[in-house]
T-cell receptor, first 110, second 114 residues
Framework: GQQLNQSPQSMFIQEGEDVSMNCTSS?????WLWYKQDPGEGPVLLIA?????ELTSNGRLTAQFGITRKDSFLNISASIPSDVGIYFC??????????FGSGTQLTVLP | NAGVTQTPKFQVLKTGQSMTLQCAQD?????MYWYRQDPGMGLRLIYY???????DKGEVPNGYNVSRLNKREFSLRLESAAPSQTSVYFC?????????????FGSGTQLSVL
């Protein structure tokens, strides 16, 4: 099946710093999504991207759908303690089930 | 609105025991899903239901059965639990009658099989 490579696996950053993470695939998707999982909770959808090249923001979060349709990026600006959690990318092709990345564990140090 | 509710939150089983994980959603969604989450492996789909009365296997269905009791409820059953089924299980739902991208997740069930 399709596989998503998400990096980095984990990040330790200082409060106030910007964060970047990405997801790459060996095959194309026509939808890219970013979910966040708070400790002890289920994932929550942050951003959905539907077009190659699309750049979408949600507050301090910005995500991009790569031109090749094989990658996506998520940036978080001016990190705060509540940004802690696991960030998952997910891709969808046509009407198939989502394929999830393995997650990026983000820790924000005071 | 409760969204997606899963019970129990924690469960410990011995190898060979059976149990059912319950899930209910109050958003009038058509599709429901069961995922498992293992360290370093992301979320993997176990079973999926596009509507009441229909279920389909996902990526890792072996050792599990499901039942879509009605539009609201979708249960996951382990008939004979194995240590390899130790995981965190998530139920999710989406609006349409087909694999959706905007999934709403429950808060998970942490299952340990000894």
């Amino acid at each position: 099946g399709q596989q998503l490579n998400q990096s980095p696996q984990s990040m330790f950053i200082q409060e106030g710093e910007d964060v970047s993470m990405n997801c790459t695939s060996s095959s194309i998707f026509n939808t890219w999504l970013w979910y966040k999982q708070d400790p002890g909770e289920g994932p929550v959808l942050l951003i959905a991207l539907y077009k190659a090249g699309e750049l979408t923001s949600n507050g301090r979060l910005t995500a991009q759908f790569g031109i090749t349709r094989k990658d996506s990026f998520l940036n978080i600006s001016a990190s705060i303690p509540s940004d802690v959690g696991i960030y998952f990318c997910a891709g969808q092709l046509a009407a198939r089930q989502l394929t999830f990345g393995s997650g990026t564990q983000l820790t924000v140090l005071p | 609105n409760a969204g997606v509710t899963q019970t129990p939150k924690f469960q410990v089983l011995k190898t060979g025991q059976s149990m059912t994980l319950q899930c209910a959603q109050d958003m009038n969604h058509n599709s429901m899903y069961w995922y498992r989450q293992d360290p370093g492996m992301g979320l993997r789909l176990i079973y999926y239901s596009a509507s009441e009365g229909t279920t389909d296997k996902g990526e890792v269905p072996n050792g599990y059965n499901v039942s879509r009791l009605n539009k609201r409820e979708f249960s996951l059953r382990l008939e004979s639990a194995a240590p390899s089924q130790t995981s965190v299980y998530f139920c999710a739902s989406s609006e349409g009658r087909g694999p959706g991208e905007k999934l709403f997740f429950g808060s998970g069930t942490q299952l340990s099989v000894l």
